[in-house]
């Protein structure tokens, strides 16, 4: 089976996930076949490791994990490859991969343009 983690940032205000817990109800109800959950940088959970856990138990072997983050900033140049290094090292069984940042994906981009011109109308 496989699953996905939905990896953000984390803020002190917990408004700031609704975002994100939208998202994973949204691929939920589109994606049924794929398990998902959101997982934190700092100042939120779970954190990876913790979501990598959970979607282990729910039978996960495969697990992408998507960095919602806008460009490559320090975290996900630094932080982010030693967390994805220690659940690689705590799950072995398990296959870890990542996408890039989905703000250098030329799609989200256009996507942003597409809102700011309906902004426009």
């Known amino acids: 089976m496989n699953g996905i ?15 994100f817990d939208l998202l994973c109800s949204m691929w939920r109800a589109q994606q049924k076949d794929t398990l998902v959950e959101l997982a934190f940088l700092e100042l939120m959970e779970p954190s990876l490791d913790s979501a990598v856990d959970s979607l282990i138990k729910q039978g996960a072997k ?36 990542a996408t890039p ?6 799609r989200v981009l256009q996507s942003i343009i597409d809102f700011a011109d309906s902004a426009l109308s």
Not at 5 to 19: L, M, N, T, V, Y
Not at 101 to 106: I, N, R, S, W, Y
């Open 101 to 106: 940042a989905v703000g250098e994906d030329l």
């Open 62 to 97: 495969d697990i992408k994990i998507v960095p919602v983050f806008f460009g490559q900033g320090g975290h996900l140049r630094n932080d982010f490859p030693v967390l994805l290094d220690a659940c690689r090292k705590r799950f072995p069984e398990i296959h870890l991969s």
């Open 5 to 19: 983690i939905f990896f953000g940032h984390g803020a002190r205000d917990k408004r700031w996930r609704e975002p």
